[in-house]
């Protein structure tokens, strides 16, 4: 049986809320497959919001989030303007 303050809890909770929520965790983090792709910030965000999704209550909201992104990139990349975080 845990003897653990009640604080202590609730920091533990409020600590997994913001360093790895459950729709953080599947498997493989997300942000640490985006690492091992060495993907920039643009594309890294559309992975996340993708992958993330189904997770949060709102897949809607985060597809179009990412279809932001995605539609972002793709003017970026039209005009030859690379963002700085890419490559």
Known sequence: MTTEAPENLLEDSLDKDVNHPDH???GI???DFISSW???WFRGNII???VRC???GNDIKDLKKARWYIDD???RLERDELPSSCY
Do not use: A, G
Request: hydrophobic residues 35%.
């Open 24 to 26: 953080y965790t599947k």
């Open 29 to 31: 983090e997300v942000t």
């Open 38 to 40: 060495q993907m920039d």
């Open 48 to 50: 996340k919001y993708i």
């Open 54 to 56: 189904p997770f949060k």
């Open 73 to 75: 990139l793709i003017k």
